[in-house]
């Protein structure tokens, strides 16, 4: 246990393989994670192109193409269940770099562009659900 990572209830994300750092909420009631998209497009040759929101306004969008890792039913918080599309990729939260899946979902009416399960939390990361951003800053660093 003493190798694994303490973080807050939100902290940010880095995607090294796309170029680009987002708000995570850390939810130990969720099995995966999910990733907020405007657009999914199923491409040939199982892979797909999706359009991530970085911000709740949709004022910083990205749009990225990937081969499908993996599709299936995952059931939301209301319940219901719906099938989904999971990419795999590299995200970095302070010193863990690792592989993830993450599914493809729309979440504009959600807070958080960015959920991150229990599979991906499980073998490096401990959650205080007490504290907000524990190993990376509240405030996004501005550049310049």
């Known amino acids: ?4 990572h303490v973080i807050g209830w939100r902290e940010w994300v880095e995607f090294p393989e796309w170029n680009i750092r987002i708000r995570a909420k ?3 009631g969720a099995k995966s994670s999910a990733i907020d998209c405007a657009q999914i497009i199923e491409l040939p040759g199982e892979r797909v192109r999706f359009t991530v929101r970085l911000d709740r306004k949709e004022q910083k969008l990205i749009t990225l193409e990937a ?4 599709r299936t039913n995952v059931r939301s918080s209301t319940g219901q ?5 999971f ?8 010193s863990v770099e690792k ?3 993450v599914s ?7 807070i958080h562009r960015l959920l991150l399960g229990r599979t991906t939390l499980s073998d ?17 660093k501005q550049k310049g």
């Not at 081969?67 to 993996?70: L, M, R, T, Y």
């Open 104 to 110: 493809l979902v729309c979440r504009k009416n959600m």
């Open 67 to 70: 081969p499908i890792a993996k």
């Open 26 to 28: 850390a939810d130990t």
């Open 99 to 101: 592989k993830i899946l």
């Open 81 to 85: 269940g719906h099938d989904r599309i």
């Open 124 to 140: 490096d990361f401990l959650v205080d659900s007490g504290v907000d951003h524990w190993l990376t800053p509240k405030k996004r």
């Open 87 to 94: 990419v795999e990729t590299t995200m970095r939260l302070a």
């Open 1 to 4: 246990m003493s190798d694994k």
